[in-house]
């Protein structure tokens, strides 16, 4: 599975973004996908993950913000990001895992985008 991340960008404080992830391979519909951020100096933490089925899970720090989705006629995933805070400024990487339930670890998954930056200006 190879993954491309896109949608990133510098924003102001209480605006919104759209983050994509679009995947190559047959299966996958059949994984479970996730985001992930890393800040500068920070490591690399949960943002939001989405099963098979299409269940969501979220970071406390994100929850009722964000919301992840996937489309698996177009085999892309999307994180919709609303009120967004200067703290959430980070580069994005969205991820697959042959777990179809996904997983808040980042160890779980096998697959890695390149990583998209997101700067949310105050």
């Known amino acids: 599975v190879q993954l491309q991340a896109s949608g990133g960008g510098l924003v102001q404080a209480g605006d919104s973004l759209r983050l994509s992830c679009a995947a190559s391979?047959?299966?996958?519909?059949?994984?479970?996908m996730g985001w992930f951020r890393q800040a500068p100096g920070k490591e690399r933490e949960f943002v939001s993950t989405i099963t098979s089925g299409g269940s969501a899970n979220y970071a406390d720090s994100v929850k009722g913000r964000f919301a992840i989705s996937r489309d698996n006629a177009k085999n892309t995933v999307y994180l919709q990001m609303n009120s967004l805070k200067p703290e959430d400024t980070a580069v994005y990487y969205c991820?697959?895992?042959?777990?179809?339930?996904?997983?808040?670890?980042?160890?779980?998954?096998?697959?890695w985008g390149q990583g998209t930056q997101v700067t949310v200006s105050s």
């Open positions: 991820a697959a895992t042959r777990y179809a339930s996904g997983s808040p670890v980042p160890r779980a998954y096998g697959y």
């Open positions: 391979g047959r299966t996958f519909s059949s994984y479970g």
